[in-house]
């Protein structure tokens, strides 16, 4: 059998905040198309009334047309991936337990907010108080990001290419070849990202949040 | 048989149940992973006085290691599994986690069919770490970062153990000592080219091969003295008037094809050096086939292939 990602293409851009954190492949395993059709959302929204759906392998999830208005997308994943053909919103990959989650736009706010394990990869912009007490993990992003970066975070990777205004308990480790990004950035390989465009592993390390622990860096990628 | 004017005898190797290990080394450039893993693999030749027997089992280009670096891969072999482990946190510690630039990864991977354990390999060097270590799961191998005065040392988790063969042999008779070492240099060159074999003593080559016991209490091994020749008439030799110097390759591998196939390359290098090379004959070593549940049988290998 031929193996298209499950695909969620919002039909319009809805003109209030949708929480999407049902639609992960381990929250959607073995569910038919016309169960998964049948998710409440929000209020008496549901699946049905606001993405078309098709494809069928569960482990691989895409969303297209999706805008700003897509909260929680990969909340409490645990395997699997997302791609995201757009923007989403706040709370990108919160929580996360391990997977993938590949925005190929903007986030909004507190991406991957208390996530443990897991990539999480933007190949736009990235809201405030991204990586918000995170736990472990990697998040990458490609553009800017907004205020707070590392909030809290007790360990785990920011890869960033634009330097942020960082609070005053992320401190300024220097600048360093890390023989680790070699295999972080192979393993990219078989994303579609915009992180695969960087050679280099020359980058400025932060460390923080010192306020938690402080084993948690920023890596400013310097190419 | 005869190959090529060299006699070999009609005898075998005994070989035994071993435990083993690779690591693969990376570092900045070959020579410092070489520093690195002839630290790692320093006495190592034999487990009676070494805990383990280890070597370098070939160079590794930088398309073939994890980081893209250039690199060595390094087998260790033990008589039991808490050895291994422990020499091999041992010698991580001292030798590969000291050396600059360098970074080590796991060389046996579970796979389907082989039993493969998972032991140590930087889980607790990680300590050194003093709490500014820091872990990175990536494409589900969990690795090390310990921070260093050269920067960071990188190390994969645990690598991989298998059951092994160790105590692979052939001994080579020749009519003076150069001709014998020139001879064992043609094998040990030949045996390098093949994977998952290691011959763990000084240059592949070893000179004094033993027998079990002594008339020494306290020794449970002594010379062989029906191979030395400055015994022949004092001894129950095995040596006819002619040879002047034995020698011996011992061979560690992962699985008995492994050794079989490294003894044949050993042996048939010798061979096609030919009777001027001052060979007469090859022989292997065995306890009676009492000790050893491996017989690596000469003219049975020989004749494969």
């Known amino acids: 059998m031929n193996m298209t990602a499950l695909t969620f293409t919002l039909k319009k851009n809805p003109t209030f905040k949708v929480d999407c954190s049902q639609l992960t492949p381990d929250k959607l395993a073995g569910m038919s198309l016309d169960k998964i059709l049948e998710i409440t959302l929000i209020n008496n ?34 395997r699997g991936n997302i791609t995201i053909d757009g923007d989403c919103g706040d709370f990108l990959g919160a929580k996360m337990y391990n997977g993938s989650v590949i925005c190929h736009g903007n986030a909004g706010d507190r991406v991957g907010d208390k996530m443990r394990r897991g990539l999480i990869l ?54 360093h070849t890390l023989p680790f990004l070699t295999l972080l950035f192979a393993s990219f390989k078989p994303l579609s990202t915009l992180f695969n465009n960087i050679q280099s592993q020359r980058m400025q390390r932060f460390g923080g949040d010192l306020a938690c622990g402080g084993n948690g860096e920023i890596l400013l990628l310097l190419t | 048989m005869n190959i090529n004017g060299i006699q070999i005898d009609d005898t075998f190797a005994e070989a035994f149940n071993m435990r083993g290990t690779r690591v693969i080394i990376t570092a900045l450039n070959l020579t410092w992973a070489y520093h690195a893993a002839n630290a790692m693999t320093g006495f190592a030749t034999s487990v009676i006085g070494c805990g383990v027997e280890a070597g370098i089992e070939r160079e590794l280009s930088a398309d073939e290691t994890p980081d ?23 010698r991580m510690g001292q030798c590969v986690l000291t050396c600059p630039t360098v970074a080590a990864f796991a060389g046996i991977e579970p796979k389907e069919g082989l039993e493969v354990e998972p032991i140590n390999l930087g889980k607790n060097l990680r ?50 000592q150069a001709k014998a070492l020139k001879a064992a240099e043609a094998a040990i060159k030949a045996m390098k ?56 390759i011992v061979i560690d591998g992962l699985t008995f094809n492994d050794v079989s196939n490294a003894m044949c390359a050993g042996i048939l290098a010798i061979c096609g050096l030919g009777e001027k090379s001052g060979v007469k004959r090859i022989s292997a070593g065995n306890y009676g086939g009492k000790l050893g549940p491996h017989h690596f049988k000469l003219h049975e290998l020989l004749t494969k292939k």
């Not at chain 1, 759906?53 to 909260?71: E, M, Y």
């Not at chain 1, 970066?149 to 401190?171: D, E, N, S, V």
């Open chain 1, 45 to 78: 929204l549901k699946v049905i009334d606001l993405f078309k759906v098709s494809g069928n392998n569960f482990d691989n999830i895409l969303f297209k047309k999706s805008t700003s208005q897509l909260d929680f997308i990969g909340h409490k994943m645990a």
């Open chain 1, 122 to 175: 933007i190949d736009g912009s990235a809201g405030d108080y991204c990586g918000s007490q995170m736990i472990a993990g990697t998040i990458g992003v490609f553009e800017k990001v907004g205020k707070y970066a590392g909030f809290g975070m007790k360990r785990g990777t920011i890869l960033l290419t634009k330097l942020p205004k960082l609070h005053a308990t992320i401190q300024d480790c220097g600048t």
């Open chain 2, 68 to 90: 893209g670096r250039p690199g060595v891969s390094i087998l260790m072999f033990a008589m039991g599994s808490k050895v291994l482990m422990q020499q091999l946190e041992t």
């Open chain 2, 127 to 176: 300590y050194f770490g003093d709490g500014f270590q820091t872990s990175k799961l990536i494409s589900k191998k969990r690795y090390w970062r310990i921070p260093v005065m050269d920067g960071e040392f990188l190390c994969e988790e645990t690598t991989g153990m298998v059951r092994a063969i160790g105590g692979g042999n052939f001994l080579l008779l020749a009519t003076s």
């Open chain 2, 193 to 248: 080219q093949l994977p998952n074999v290691i011959m763990p003593f000084p240059g592949g080559v070893v000179r004094s091969g033993s027998k079990v016991g002594s008339k020494y209490k306290t020794m449970f091994a002594s010379t062989n003295d029906a191979f030395c020749p400055t015994l022949k008439g004092l001894v129950a030799t095995e040596l006819s008037d002619d040879i002047e110097s034995v020698m011996e």
